[in-house]
Structures are given as structure tokens and as C-alpha cells.
């Protein structure tokens, strides 16, 4: 689970600020699919939302919707672009070139996204100079002069836990904005800097847990079995 750590009072609730990202990646794809028009109520089915919650969430972006046509497509994506700052290109470093980091910066939807990773950051010398796609690993000394040069705004902490907090200090001071924290540590950042902690441990944990108290396996397989024996006798009778 994400946790979005902000120091302003935002205009649009967190809540809404959550869902808005996935409308864009929707209206990216039904624009490319040739998808003219969408209703609320076709947003809704493909995101798992009730019309009423994509109507109210709509609300809070600078883009309105036509009686009985629903949105333009492009008009929707344009909207939810300028509205989350994906209209433009932003900047973000990768500190820490293990599995993990290299991964990140060799993830092609970044740029589709409008995020340029512009620079991997790690100070173990077996991987400082070495290719990662089209970057090499820099070493840390060589960090305040990428993120002053290329007006990076994100910082992505990828390091082990113990080493998290010191990276995190580093890219402020170097002048980064916004720092996503994919370790397990708690950040201790000035008011001015926004953190989102992205924990897949964490979530996972949350997902045994919703394992654990729902149907036992057993009888999950037992309900698959009925279901599969009904299907053929069914086709059976057909």
C-alpha cells in the first residue's frame, strides 16, 4: 500500500488524488485504442467504480462532460495530464543499483508517463561505471551536479534500510523536491519535500492477511470443482 506523506493542505482530497492516475492511464489507452468518447459509467466498469464516484471524481478537474456522450477521450487524458503535472517532463534519479533500482530504470513506462530517469546513483564499487540501459552508474559524489544540471525533481530511493535516511538527506540537500521511498524506513524530511512510500512488502503482508481470513483453500478448490463439473454438465446438454 502507498502512503502519501504531504505537508500542504491539497485542493483535491487524497482520496480523489489516488484514483486520478489510474482515469489517465484509462483515457491514454481508449485514445490510442481510437475511443472518441467514454461515459462515466464505462470508466467506472473498467476501473471497478460505481458512475457516481467517477462523476464526483471528474469534478475536481477543469474538464466537463456532454449529456448522453459522456467525455472526449482526448479532452479527459489533457485534462488529467495538467492536472496531475503529467503535462510536462519531470526529472527523478534512481539511487541505489541493485535488482530493484536497475529494474526501475530500465522500466519503459516511465517515459510514457512523462517521467525521465535521468541519472542511477550508487556507491558500491563494483557497479559505479557500469551500463544500465542507456545510463551509467554514477557515483554519489556526482549527484548534486546531475540534480542541479537536469532540474530534477524526484528523488527514488531503492538503498537497504539502514542506509535509507542518509540517501533521503542527500538528494534534499542536492535540491530534489519529492523523494519516492520503496525501502521499509520512515523518512525524516523537511515540510518543504513531499515523500510517497511505495511498500510491496507491506502490501503483500496485507494480502496474507485478506488470504488468511477469507475461505480456507480447501474449500475454494471445492467451489472451483462444482463450478467446472455444472460447465460441463451444461455443455453436455447443449
Same mark, same amino acid.
Given at each position: 500500500m502507498s502512503e502519501v506523506i504531504q505537508h500542504s493542505q491539497p485542493r483535491i482530497p487524497q482520496s480523489v488524488v489516488r484514483r486520478?492516475?489510474? $482515469?489517465? =492511464? ?6 490510442? %485504442? @481510437? /475511443?472518441?468518447? /467514454?461515459?462515466?459509467a464505462e470508466l467506472g466498469e473498467s476501473l471497478g467504480l460505481t458512475s457516481s464516484t467517477v462523476r464526483q471524481d471528474l469534478s475536481?478537474?477543469?474538464?466537463? &462532460? ?7 477521450? *482526448? &479532452?479527459?487524458? *489533457? ?5 496531475? @503535472?503529467a503535462d510536462h517532463e519531470i526529472c527523478c534519479v534512481v539511487v541505489g543499483a541493485g535488482n530493484l533500482g536497475r529494474a526501475l ?18 556507491? @558500491? %564499487? %563494483? /557497479?559505479?561505471?557500469?551500463?544500465? &540501459? ?8 556526482? +549527484? ?10 524526484? &528523488? ?17 540537500? *542536492?535540491?530534489?523536491?519529492?523523494? +519516492?521511498?520503496?525501502? =521499509? %524506513?520512515? #523518512? #525524516?524530511?523537511?515540510?518543504? /519535500? ?14 496474507? $492477511? ?6 480456507? !483453500? *480447501? ?10 463439473? #455444472?460447465?460441463?454438465?451444461? !455443455?453436455?446438454?447443449?
Open positions: 486520478l492516475p489510474k $482515469y489517465l =492511464t484509462q483515457a491514454q489507452r481508449l485514445r490510442e %485504442a @481510437g /475511443v472518441e468518447w /467514454v461515459s462515466s475536481h478537474i477543469d474538464f466537463s &462532460g456532454i449529456s448522453k456522450r459522456g467525455y472526449l477521450t *482526448a &479532452g479527459l487524458e *489533457a485534462a488529467l495530464a495538467a492536472t496531475l @503535472g530504470a530500465l522500466h519503459e513506462e516511465f517515459a510514457r508517463q512523462s517521467f525521465r530517469i535521468c541519472g542511477i546513483f550508487d556507491n @558500491g %564499487a %563494483a /557497479v559505479v561505471g557500469k551500463k544500465v &540501459g542507456r545510463l551509467v552508474v554514477q557515483p554519489m559524489d556526482d +549527484l548534486p551536479g546531475v540534480v542541479c544540471g537536469q532540474d530534477v525533481d524526484i &528523488g527514488i530511493v531503492a538503498v537497504p534500510h539502514h542506509a535509507a535516511q542518509q540517501v533521503a538527506d542527500r538528494l534534499i540537500l *542536492a535540491g530534489v523536491r519529492g523523494l +519516492l521511498n520503496l525501502t =521499509t %524506513a520512515h #523518512l #525524516l524530511v523537511p515540510r518543504k /519535500v513531499s515523500v510517497v512510500d511505495a511498500r510491496v512488502l507491506a502490501s503483500l503482508r496485507e494480502l496474507a $492477511y485478506a488470504l488468511k481470513i477469507s475461505e480456507p !483453500r *480447501a474449500a475454494v478448490a471445492g467451489g472451483a470443482a462444482a463450478l467446472k463439473g #455444472l460447465l460441463l454438465k451444461n !455443455r453436455k446438454e447443449q
